[in-house]
């Protein structure tokens, strides 16, 4: 059997088993963007403004309101500044943390192991699976913003909205592969949660205090979640220097993974 | 032709714990090799280092002549394996895990699925979660054996199948092992392979304690005597009973010997009653145990 058909099956197999869940996953994102984008209309635009400057500014900068004024920025602050991004690394971070070390400790991975795959192989075909579950999970988020924001006729592009979707993409496939690799380093779920999580938290921290500073350029420059949306995808676009860092991120962790999964005792 | 199994100076330590201290083991192609020790004694993380799960600390490893280490796929695609732990879980039915198995392998073993499930009564339709302890062992043994591996490295099969499985499960090893399958199983119940294994190697504390042909086993094993008098204990014809314990007018040991001999050496005397039964195999096992603990 081939390296590739090898790598064709896992994935095959990973996907097929998590259909389910992951259908569930695309209704909540679904749900996210109902709620949020037909709201703007009543609500948004100068009175929202109103609502905002009434706040400290230091709390809508930290939340990203101060953006809540333009349609775009209302997008850009709720369904891909907060809960987008909070469900779905939820999601990708789980599923990071089970896919190699959950089933690890479970006892799971010692049939698909002792297969005459390589580890390498069996690794890529989990990672493949991980990414391309949260590229659905993106493509959702991106067609459910675009329809509804369509239909209830908010000023935004489908370009800005398919930019930030595609950088919510990378955003969590990032961190989804920071925990995958964590796991595939140790064997530990909670250690892959653990690494997972506080990268993930980390980043989101210094993007919403680096919103805060005057000068918060510096920190914007090393949180994946600034390269993610400081640059407001939803009206400039992407900004390709900065997703091309999260590529690398995920090209790192990833190499990391295979690095010491290939050379380990499995279940220990 | 090379062996199936040949491990020299085997060492695995687990941090600081040394799980296996000095393993040698030759296991020839076409037997049925039993591994048999208490819990804890090692069985599991040998096998496993012969998957390629695990690394050895130290020691020469040939799996089917080539080291697991190296052997990498195509080594493995010659394997089949039954985790002592078999955990099956999520959505999948039986038959698509098998499925998806055979499929890993190149789709070997698909055309055995139905049949195997048929003889192991096992519903291939629910999914494997929901299935009883047994039945997902079931599906471990199919998985272990439907593309007819040349060596099948089984880690207590036997365990959380009924007594008639069991025989079914004894009974397919011996087909696979005329087939042409080489089966190395573990137990701690030597009794649950003795019917089927061609020899057996005893692991205790990492550490190889005995190895034998099962036959030559029982014959050591001797058996047990147990007779009750209706006259005095004739103690001079019982010489050459072991271990033996007289009391009242019963008397009780062990007898190694020719069994003519023994019924020739009590005829004529006045018994009441007399029972003599091979000794379970897994009081030689504590034998051993003793025997090296003593050492
Ligand atoms: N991951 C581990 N870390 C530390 N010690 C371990 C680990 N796995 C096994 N051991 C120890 O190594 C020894 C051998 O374990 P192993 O699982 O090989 O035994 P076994 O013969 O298969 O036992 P059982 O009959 O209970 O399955 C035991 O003392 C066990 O506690
Ligand atoms: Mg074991």
Redesign the pocket.
């Known amino acids: 059997m081939t390296r590739i058909r090898a790598v064709t099956v896992e994935i095959a197999w990973q996907l097929g088993r998590r259909r389910r869940p992951l259908m569930l996953w695309a209704i909540g994102l679904t749900a996210v963007a109902a709620i949020y984008v037909p709201l703007y209309p009543s609500i948004g635009g100068e009175q929202m403004q109103a609502l905002v400057d009434s706040l400290p500014a230091e709390m809508t900068a930290a939340l990203g309101y101060d953006r809540l004024g333009s349609a775009a920025g209302y997008l850009t602050a709720t369904v891909f500044g907060l809960l987008g991004p909070a469900l779905m690394l939820v999601f990708g971070i789980g599923l990071g943390a089970r896919t190699v070390a959950g089933e690890e400790e479970a006892g799971e991975l010692e049939l698909a192991a002792a297969a005459p795959v390589r580890r390498d192989d069996l690794l890529a075909g989990r990672v493949i699976a991980l990414h391309t579950q949260i590229a659905v999970l993106a493509v959702v988020t991106f067609a459910a913003s675009a329809l509804l924001s369509a239909s209830v006729g908010l000023d935004v592009s489908v370009g800005g909205i398919a930019a930030a979707s595609l950088g919510l993409n990378l955003l969590v496939i990032a961190f989804a592969t920071i925990t995958l690799a964590a796991g595939a380093v140790s064997g530990r779920r909670g250690v892959a949660l653990a690494v997972g999580a506080a990268t993930a938290v980390a980043a989101f921290v210094a993007d919403a205090v680096a919103g805060m500073l005057d000068d918060g350029a510096v920190i914007e420059a090393l949180s994946p979640f600034s390269w993610y949306l400081a640059s407001d995808p939803v009206v400039n676009g992407v900004p390709l220097t900065a997703y091309a860092r999260l590529g690398v991120v995920t090209l790192i962790a990833w190499a990391v993974a295979h690095d010491r999964f290939r050379r380990r ?1 499995l ?2 | 032709m090379t062996t199936a199994i040949t491990v020299e100076g085997l060492v695995k330590d ?2 600081s ?1 040394r ?2 201290d000095g393993i040698d083991l030759a296991v020839e192609r076409g037997e049925v090799f039993g591994f048999i ?10 096998i ?1 280092i012969l998957l390629d799960l695990l690394r050895p600390t130290a020691g020469d490893i040939r799996v089917l002549g080539e080291d697991p280490a190296t052997g990498g796929p195509a080594l493995r695609a010659r394997l089949g394996y039954l985790p ?1 732990e078999l955990i099956l879980s999520g959505t999948a039915t039986g038959r698509q895990l098998l499925t998806h198995h055979a499929a890993v392998r190149g789709g070997r073993g698909r055309d055995r699925i139905a049949p195997l499930a048929e003889r192991f009564l096992l519903d291939l339709d629910r999914p494997v979660r929901a299935l009883s302890k047994g039945n997902k062992q079931k599906i471990g043994v199919v998985q272990a054996l439907m593309h007819r591996p040349d060596l099948a490295l089984l ?2 099969p036997t365990s959380g199948l009924d007594p008639l499985l069991q025989q079914e499960f004894l009974a397919l090893v011996r087909e696979e092992r005329d087939a042409g399958t080489t089966v190395f199983l ?1 137990s ?1 119940v030597l009794s649950e392979i003795e019917g089927v294994a061609d020899r057996v190697a005893l ?1 205790r504390d ?1 550490r190889i304690v005995v190895v034998d042909d099962v036959a030559a086993l029982r014959a050591a094993a001797g058996q047990r005597l147990d007779v009750t008098f209706s006259g005095d204990v004739p103690l001079q014809a019982l010489e050459g009973v072991e271990e033996l314990q007289v009391d009242g007018l019963h008397a009780r040991g062990i007898w190694r010997g020719d069994t003519t001999r023994l019924i020739a050496t009590l005829h004529g005397l006045p018994i009441a009653r007399l029972e003599l039964r091979d000794r379970d195999l897994e009081e030689l096992v504590l034998d051993a145990y003793r025997t090296e603990g003593t050492a």
């Open positions: 005792d279940g220990v | 687990y941090g714990f799980a296996l020790g208490p819990n804890g004694a090692g069985k599991s993380t040998t496993r002592g880690d207590e573990s701690h692991i990492g």
